[in-house]
T-cell receptor
Framework: SQQGEEDPQALSIQEGENATMNCSYKTSINNLQWYRQNSGRGLVHLIL?????REKHSGRLRVTLDTSKKSSSLLITASRAADTASYFCATGGTGANSKLTFGKGITLSVRP | DVKVTQSSRYLVKRTGEKVFLECVQD?????MFWYRQDPGLGLRLIYFSYDVKMKEKGDIPEGYSVSREKKERFSLILESASTNQTSMYLC?????????????FGPGTRLTVL
């Protein structure tokens, strides 16, 4: 069953602009993670935010988490053409297992 | 750096063939996963394993089986391949450390069943 749902499904922006992607989920989580996938490749972990955290930064990435609204956002600042990829949110449950449930992904295109 | 490798990047098989997809990780991770990825459906978990010789069904196990005889290797088996199993297959591994369960992915195997 799909836990995370990303929004929008596709996003096209100009190089230098900021890209904001959203993720909503349904059940309680231990953490929420964002991954990136370049075309035809495997996923690469970008950032993890725990359920007791509200905001986290990593380079040009900023992630927020609102557990009351069951939602997260990923902001990429000063986007580059190389940021063109699919982005997935994944939620880790509170149970004693290590499964993640992935959303369907957002396709980001950054025009040079 | 964690490295997860998959035996083939591209594979073409015929309907009814038995297909083996191999995944190897070099970081002594306990957990390993097999997903398939299809357009519009995202990643769907097929099977996962928490330990050697241990396996658990994911969301879509039908038509698949797995084997984990050694900690570093997790194999996905299509007993009798069908055209609806044409997909991108992704393997991942993880370790739970301080509550973090980040997954590390292989490059994927694009399987076409004719």
């Amino acid at each position: 069953s799909q836990q995370g749902e990303e929004d929008p499904q596709a996003l096209s922006i100009q190089e230098g602009e900021n890209a904001t992607m959203n993720c909503s989920y349904k059940t309680s989580i231990n953490n929420l993670q964002w991954y990136r996938q370049n075309s035809g490749r495997g996923l690469v972990h970008l950032i993890l935010i725990r359920s007791n955290e509200r905001e986290k930064h990593s380079g040009r990435l900023r992630v927020t988490l609102d557990t009351s609204k069951k939602s997260s956002s990923l902001l990429i600042t000063a986007s580059r053409a190389a940021d063109t990829a699919s982005y997935f949110c994944a939620t880790g449950g509170t149970g004693a297992n290590s499964k993640l449930t992935f959303g369907k992904g957002i396709t980001l295109s950054v025009r040079p | 750096d964690v490295k997860v490798t998959q035996s083939s990047r591209y594979l073409v098989k015929r309907t009814g063939e038995k297909v083996f997809l191999e995944c190897v990780q070099d970081m002594d991770h306990e957990n390993m996963f097999w997903y398939r990825q299809d357009p519009g459906l995202g990643l769907r978990l097929i099977y996962f394993s928490y330990d050697v010789k241990m396996k658990e069904k994911g969301d879509i196990p039908e038509g698949y089986s797995v084997s984990r005889e050694k900690k570093e290797r997790f194999s996905l088996i299509l007993e009798s391949a069908s055209t609806n199993q044409t997909s991108m297959y992704l393997c991942a591994s993880s370790i739970i450390l301080s509550g973090r369960n980040t997954q590390y992915f292989g490059p994927g195997t694009r399987l076409t069943v004719l």
